[in-house]
């Protein structure tokens, strides 16, 4: 069975930091691209950031809106995609998605709250 398990959002100040991890299982997670997505109340999902397999040389790919405040990564060992949030405001506010496509396949996680409020 496929599991994608987000954890590590919560509240935080404007200008405070998040780490997001995704934990997955039941599929060979250094063979697919890994997603961030996130979803705003009355607002449609949003990519927020895509990492390529390992050693693809491929650069990650951002949102517009969070380039140059969050990074993600992946830890192919952990089957772990991380997603960094730094200085985050409350347009950051949403929950995230984890989610991983190719091959046909297309898996999402439960998603984790994010809230940015002082």
């Known amino acids: 069975e496929v599991q994608l398990v987000e954890s590590g959002g919560g509240l935080v100040q404007p200008g405070g930091s998040l780490r997001l991890s995704c934990a997955a299982s039941?599929?060979?997670?250094?063979?697919?691209?890994m997603s961030w997505y996130r979803q705003a109340p009355g607002k449609e999902r949003e990519l927020v950031a895509r990492?390529?397999?390992?050693?693809?040389?491929?650069?990650?790919v951002y949102a517009g809106s969070v380039k140059g405040r969050f990074t993600i990564s992946r830890d192919n060992a952990k089957n772990t995609v991380y997603l960094q949030m730094n200085t985050l405001k409350p347009d950051d506010t949403a929950v995230y998605y984890c989610?991983?496509?190719?091959?046909?396949?297309?898996?999402w996680g439960q998603g984790t709250q994010v809230t940015v409020s002082a």
């Open positions: 989610s991983a496509f190719g091959f046909g396949n297309e898996w």
């Open positions: 039941g599929f060979t997670f250094s063979a697919y691209p």
């Open positions: 990492i390529s397999i390992t050693g693809t040389g491929r650069s990650p």
